[in-house]
């Protein structure tokens, strides 16, 4: 087969990594929202409690020349930048991403009609034509194989495509994830899985697994953990006379695994955690081969599905059709990942060719991540000059959940009233009103003939009669039962899940606006000149414009702008 090359001019894949300084006496003080069912009933004084709790890993000096010259760091923030690829999806964006596991890596994007390469230079050029391209991965030789709906397909470091599909089946040449392991190739199709050392010869892992889909694979070489429908299966694999062939497969139960929800990623990679099961909206983590399943609800942006986590740059990062979110490790804290990957849509994710950032593919194309540090100290020993910026105050937490709730009318007064007006509902009666109407009209002709005195006669009668009648009726009736128990009950309780439902992702994207735009208000007041002063404040100013549209206007009418950005206890 004969691919076609296309080149697109690209940026580089290296990013360089400006640091800004601020004064070490300077305390960041931010928080993490509580619950949201606790935030629906507006009184959350844990909340309150969390504004003193530092998202930033910054210390507090006494004033001393040895702590003014005492080296603080925050948390780092995370610069993104999109790289120009010339995807050639149809709209569909990037689809798969995957970087070589060597020296001098290369990087492979995927979308509907094929697969493109860049070189080391960092430019991409269009590699092979495969429609549907779902999953990408480096093999041993720097071999790419590409996983599509169309088959599995080796592309050589020669630009050669050949088909290595692992059967001749529609449905196992549906390929869903492609990995490669200590030179073992694991192929994950619509009928199970497949494996093969010799990169032709392949081994379908059948006894014992049950024949479904397999979601996605992750382990070593002699043993993978795998993705059966709802399942998770742990599988040792051996190498004999016959050849590779499956020793045991052992179901491995997820204690309190979500019922509604299909897992949809796995990794093994996570530092502290033996195996991690990814479901759309929650995740399994077991820390040892003897330790139950811990079951964690990372905080992911309002109506978000995940589709893929994985370990990068000293983090974990969760993929999800809302944006990508990111934690130190799988307990949290979870948080939205800078714009615009913390509000794009994410699919694939790979980290970076230098292994110190993060490569997200997603509808927009692709993004490139690195960490920027955003606090150090002055060298010199001494405080260093601080920026003076106009910020504005912002109001309490509470106050704008309560102003969003009132706002979109989701507060608790809605149910009350509703169930109110339930209770009270069998003691109204049904009234019924009946008006009738009835018109009758009648008429007639008698003709008659009579002989009289010799002389005929003709006699003619006629009548008419005519009647209107009225009728009204009142009906009351009452049915008693309703006061013990009435049906249209469970409908309110349908609607109170609902409302609960919408209420938390309302908060929850309440939350996360305002405190990463009060994390980003306190690095303008604590910055230095050299900070990137235009582009924190533009993000700021679009977090606020995000509350506004929650609240109707009510968060900048209540803000206020002082003279300058410190407060009088905070100034050096």
Not at 323 to 329: F, Y
Not at 420 to 434: C, M, Y
């Amino acid at each position: 087969m004969r691919s076609d090359e296309r080149r697109s001019r690209s940026d580089e894949l290296v990013d360089r990594k400006p640091a800004l300084r601020c004064h070490p006496q300077q305390r960041i003080r931010a928080g993490i929202c509580g619950a949201c069912l606790a935030v629906f009933a507006l009184a959350a004084p844990a909340i309150a409690r969390g504004l003193d709790a530092s998202l930033h890993a910054g210390a507090v000096g006494d004033g001393s020349a040895a702590s003014a010259a005492a080296m603080t760091w925050s948390a780092p923030a995370w610069r993104w930048r999109r790289v120009a690829v010339n995807a050639s999806g149809q709209g569909q964006g990037i689809l798969a991403v995957a970087v070589e596991p060597r020296p001098g890596a290369r990087v492979a994007i995927g979308d509907l009609e094929g697969v493109s390469l860049a070189t080391a230079a960092g430019r991409f050029r269009f590699a092979a034509r495969v429609p549907g391209v779902t999953d990408l991965a480096f093999g041993a030789g720097g071999a790419l194989w590409i996983a599509s709906a169309d088959g599995l397909w080796r592309l050589s470091p020669e630009g050669q495509l050949s088909d290595r599909s692992p059967s001749p089946g529609e449905a196992a040449r549906v390929i869903r994830r492609v990995l490669v392991l200590e030179g073992l190739v694991v192929a994950a199709t619509e009928v199970g899985a497949w494996v093969s050392r010799d990169e032709r010869t392949w081994t379908r892992l059948a006894d014992g697994l049950p024949r479904a889909p397999i979601a996605a694979a992750a382990g070593r070489a002699d043993g993978l953990w795998l993705l059966v429908g709802r399942e998770l299966w742990r599988t040792t694999l051996v190498v004999d006379g016959s050849g590779l062939r499956l020793r045991e497969a052992r179901r491995v139960p997820i204690q309190s695994a979500p019922t509604s929800e299909l897992p949809v990623d796995l990794t093994t990679e996570i530092p502290g955690a033996e195996i991690a099961v990814l479901y759309p909206r929650a995740l399994a983590v077991r820390v040892g081969p003897q330790s139950p399943f811990r079951m964690l609800r990372p905080v992911l942006p309002p109506g978000a599905v995940a589709s893929r986590i994985r370990p990068g740059a000293e983090r974990v990062w969760i993929a999800t059709d809302q944006g990508l979110v990111g934690a130190p490790g799988f307990a949290g804290p979870w948080r939205r990942a800078e714009a615009p990957a913390g509000s794009e849509p994410a699919r694939g994710l790979a980290t970076t060719p230098e292994r110190d950032g993060l490569l997200v593919a997603g509808p927009s194309g692709l993004l490139r991540g690195a960490p920027v540090l955003l606090a150090q100290a002055d060298p010199a020993g001494g405080p260093p000059e601080v920026a003076l910026v106009p910020l504005p105050r912002d109001p309490d937490i509470r106050a704008v959940q309560a102003a969003s709730l009132q706002y979109l009318d989701l507060g608790p007064g809605r149910m009350r009233a509703l169930r109110a007006g339930l209770s009270k509902r069998g003691w109204l009666p049904v009234l019924s009103v009946r008006l009738a109407a009835a018109r009758d009209k009648r008429w007639g002709e008698d003709h008659d003939q009579s002989f009289l005195s010799g002389d005929t006669r003709f006699l003619v009668d006629r009548d008419e009669d005519k009647a209107l009648d009225l009728e009204a009726s009142l009906v009351m009736t009452w049915d008693l039962g309703q006061l013990a128990f009435d049906e249209d009950a469970i409908d309110i309780s349908r609607e109170h899940r609902l409302i609960v439902s919408l209420r938390d992702n309302v908060l929850d994207e309440i939350n996360q606006l305002y405190f990463e735009r009060r994390g980003l208000l306190e690095q303008l007041r604590a910055g230095r000149a050299d900070a990137d002063v235009q582009g924190i404040s533009l993000r700021a100013a679009e977090l606020g414009a995000g509350l506004d549209a929650w609240t109707g206007g009510w968060f900048s009418a209540t803000s206020t702008h002082p003279s300058h950005g410190l407060d009088p206890e905070e100034r050096p």
